[in-house]
């Protein structure tokens, strides 16, 4: 496993988040992107928590924010350099907004993410 620190890791998904396409990233709505060090259960690299913008209708008010979360040891523990944890959180990152947009695992799968 590599060691990235915690601040270097949250900067990669940063980066990671600045390579979506603008078309995209202003259309994304009540969705936050955190860093956590774990998942909830092994071999997870990330989970989106919400309700996609394609399930969304006029009852959408007041709801709290869907969660994207990006599990530091889980990516660093599958890296062996720094080049493959930004290329790790970069699919991860791509792959958990895909869910925000309501694309499915296998799809994303066929895209490559």
């Known amino acids: ?9 949250e900067e990669l998904v940063a980066e990671a988040l600045d390579t ?4 995209l990233t202003r259309v994304m709505n009540n969705v936050v992107v955190v860093v956590v060090d774990d998942p909830p259960e ?14 969304r209708g ?3 008010a007041g709801v709290l924010p869907d969660r994207i979360e990006i599990y530091r040891n889980s990516i660093l523990s599958i890296c062996k350099s720094e ?3 930004v290329h790790e959180v970069r699919i991860t990152v791509v ?3 895909g869910h925000h947009f309501g694309i499915d695992d296998d799809r ?3 895209l490559g993410w």
Do not use: A, C, K
């Not at 496993?1 to 890791?9: A, G, L, T």
């Open 1 to 9: 496993m590599i060691e990235v620190s915690r601040e270097r890791f």
């Open 20 to 23: 979506i396409p603008p078309e």
């Open 42 to 55: 092994p071999d997870l690299l990330g989970l989106y928590t919400g309700i996609p913008l394609t399930e």
């Open 58 to 60: 006029d009852w959408y």
């Open 83 to 85: 080049s493959d944890v």
């Open 95 to 97: 792959h958990e907004v």
């Open 108 to 110: 994303l799968h066929e």
